[in-house]
């Protein structure tokens, strides 16, 4: 390791909490410095990967970092048209054969457990990144706000419905795609159940800590098996849904936004690299640790968390049996 990427290691946890820096395109050319050098030549060669929300964005970027380390890539979209051509696009970088699309509705249950039928039967990386932010309260067919189903409820649901097919992996990964804003929000159960006012950004920030609390819940069923449950979060990244629901944060924020690329390297790191899999931190940031609560009044309680898994359950119809050993 060079002194500059020690130096830069041992400052981050002086720059991280400062997000105007480090979630910015500053930030992410400062931690890239101090990366392992030997992280760029981990290969996903015959393992298979999926990606929801992969048609624009972070999961492009995911998906196209994937595909270009080796994997046989599977991206699930929620619009036929927009993933078809997302799929021919890198189709034509890395073959039809490492690219495939499966069209899904992650708020729905109906449209999960359909698009599972069409799935490989192992299943070495499932990347939940799909993502909404609607700013009036809406429910699905399921009768789930909206946010929450598509941010928790779906991949619970489809993580449960393919654990099996996980479990037959050597070595899995089951990757969530946060937020930096659930560093201000304390799990509300009511903000889903509830029907008083809507805030969207508080709904999306509160989905995004309900993901990072079922890294945890995830990680503990799959504690002696095969399987790893991280989450991570990209920081800052010029996407279409900022552009679109942010739209007063993106013209603030714009010129020091980072790319899909940026925001995506973690995703793509967790799916490869050893890394992912050593100690007990599950939550990353720019390939490093980072803290869950690092504000007062934001964690919730094992209460809380038991509730969440339960509400998921219950919405969901589906319970985690018991998980198989590592495979050989």
Not at 111 to 140: K, Y
Not at 154 to 174: E, I, K, Q, Y
Not at 181 to 202: A, H, I, K, M, W
Not at 271 to 296: C, I, M, Q, T, W
Request: glycine share 8%; proline share 6%.
């Amino acid at each position: 390791m060079s002194a500059l990427a020690a130096t830069i290691r041992r400052l981050r946890p002086l720059t991280d909490p400062w997000a105007w820096f480090s979630f910015s395109r500053l930030g992410f050319g400062f931690h890239r410095r101090g990366f392992e050098p030997d992280d760029p030549g981990f290969s996903g060669d015959g393992r298979v990967a999926l990606v929801t929300g992969a048609n624009s964005g972070i999961g492009l970027a995911t998906s196209r970092e994937l595909a270009r380390r080796g994997f046989e890539v599977w991206m699930l979209c929620r619009d036929p048209a927009r993933g078809e051509k997302a799929r021919d696009d890198l189709a034509r970088e890395f073959g039809e054969r490492k690219v495939r699309l499966a069209v899904v509705d992650m708020a729905s249950l109906t449209s999960i457990r359909r698009v599972v039928d069409q799935l490989p039967g192992r299943i070495d990386v499932l990347v939940h990144n799909a993502g909404v932010l609607p700013h009036t309260r809406q429910r699905t067919e399921d009768g789930v706000e909206l946010t929450f189903a598509t941010h928790v409820l779906g991949p619970f649901a489809l993580t449960a419905l393919l654990v099996d097919r996980l479990a037959t992996s050597s070595d899995a990964r089951v990757v969530f795609v946060a937020s930096g804003g659930l560093y201000l929000q304390r799990l509300d159960l009511s903000l889903v159940t509830g029907e008083g006012p809507f805030d969207g950004t508080r709904a999306y920030a509160n989905a995004k800590r309900a993901q990072l609390i079922l890294t945890h819940l995830l990680a503990e069923r799959f504690r002696d098996s095969s399987i790893t449950s991280c989450c991570m979060h990209p920081g800052w990244a010029d996407t279409t849904a900022v552009r679109t629901s942010l739209p007063r944060f993106y013209a603030v924020m714009r010129r020091l936004l980072r790319t899909a690329e940026e925001g995506a390297d973690t995703v793509a790191w967790l799916a490869v690299s050893p890394r992912a899999r050593e100690g007990k931190r599950l939550f990353f940031f720019d390939r490093r640790p980072a803290p869950e609560y690092p504000f007062p009044g934001t964690r919730e309680s094992p209460a809380l968390r038991d509730q969440l898994w339960s509400l998921c359950e219950a919405a969901s119809g589906l319970t985690f049996g018991a998980i198989p050993p590592v495979a050989a």
